[in-house]
């Protein structure tokens, strides 16, 4: 299966833009690139995904390499609601349909 | 417009019961999907189903049976409950999109389980 990697935890200021990476290197050609996050004790909500092409959406940006090794999210003015854990996810092995999450990327925004 | 309803939001259970996690969608999705989250820890995936009367394993599923009798409805049940279940555990379901990927997946607000 297809591996994501993501720092453990990132910190923001209030306000400010925030660039979350995921790295990617074994995607394969077909696999699309899906983020979500878990704000506290609530269960995952989508935020956004893509194939190949960059692609906006009101909540975030999502920047995907040349090479589709990897990719980043772009919240563009992070508000302490966006603390939360941001997950980068690929599809589960080809021919199956179900999103295998890993650990994410813990947030803290401070104001 | 309720989206994805687990039911119940909090149980506690000794070694060795039995219950059933239920969930009920009102998107008329095809996909949907069992996940269970240790403290701190991600999501790993249980069970899924692409259809009624279609349900295949995840990562995990071992000490767990599911069923999808119709479109909306795909409960999770614990046969002999163990310490090692102690989790929360999230339903979700989607849509199926173009050329068979996944669109985006519906949480519902998960279960919060402990076996004593």
Not at chain 2, 63 to 79: H, K
Request: glycine fraction near 8%.
């Amino acid at each position: 299966d297809a591996k994501t990697t993501q720092p453990n935890s990132m910190e923001s200021n209030e306000e400010e833009p925030v660039h979350l990476p995921c790295n990617h290197s074994t995607i394969s050609g077909t696999d699309y690139i899906h983020w979500y996050r878990q704000l506290p004790s609530q269960g995952p909500e989508y935020v956004i995904h893509g194939l190949t092409s960059n692609v906006n959406n009101r909540m975030a940006s999502l920047a995907i390499a040349e090479d589709r090794k990897s990719s980043t999210l772009i919240l563009h003015r992070a508000t302490l609601r966006d603390a939360a854990v941001y997950y980068c996810i690929l599809r589960d092995r080809a021919g199956r349909r179900a999103l295998t999450f890993g650990s994410g990327t813990r947030l803290q925004v401070q104001p | 417009n309720a989206g994805v309803t687990q039911t119940p939001k909090f149980r506690i259970l000794k070694i060795g019961q039995s219950m059933t996690l239920q969930c009920t969608q009102d998107m008329n999705h095809n996909y949907m999907y069992w996940y269970r989250q240790d403290p701190g820890m991600g999501l790993k995936l249980i069970y899924y189903s692409v259809g009624a009367g279609i349900t295949d394993k995840g990562e995990v599923p071992n000490g767990y049976n599911v069923s999808r009798s119709t479109t909306e409805d795909f409960p999770l049940r614990l046969e002999l409950a163990a310490p090692s279940q102690t989790s929360v555990y999230f339903c979700a379901s989607s849509q199926k999109g173009r050329g068979g990927t996944n669109e985006k997946l519906f949480f519902g607000s998960g279960t919060q389980l402990s076996v004593l």
